[in-house]
């Protein structure tokens, strides 16, 4: 089966930092981009960091660059996402995505992990 999990949420100070992780399972991981998205309460789901296993490539919203860095360990079939000086702003509860080609079908589909909180006080 296809799985995405994610983990390393928790709650930290203004200014302080975590590390989130999505291992995967079920599918070929170093072909695909992963993608981390996050959802406040009240608000929408938005984009904030991506990851292209096969060649690197990194996409990271404005109001992260410089604080967020996306990496992958493909032994471990993980990416990682490194939250340096974390702001309030950045509270939410944060999803990994992968949206691919499920073995033995011919239909691409999201799969999502599930959320792991993000908690910064102020």
């Known amino acids: 089966d296809v799985q995405l999990q994610a983990s390393g949420g928790g709650l930290v100070p203004a200014g302080g930092s975590l590390r989130l992780s999505c291992t995967a399972s079920?599918?070929?991981?170093?072909?695909?981009?992963i993608a981390w998205f996050r959802q406040a309460p009240g608000k929408e789901k938005e984009a904030v960091s991506q990851?292209?296993?096969?060649?690197?490539?990194?996409y990271h919203r404005d109001s992260v660059k410089g604080r967020f860095t996306v990496s992958n360990d493909n032994a471990k079939n993980t990416v990682y996402l490194q939250m340096n000086n974390l702001k309030p702003d950045d509270a939410a509860a944060y999803y990994c995505k992968a949206h691919i080609l499920p073995p033995g079908t011919n239909v691409f589909r999201p799969y999502w992990g599930q959320g792991t909180q993000v908690t910064v006080s102020s």
């Open positions: 990851i292209s296993i096969s060649d690197g490539k990194t």
């Open positions: 079920g599918f070929a991981f170093d072909t695909y981009v």
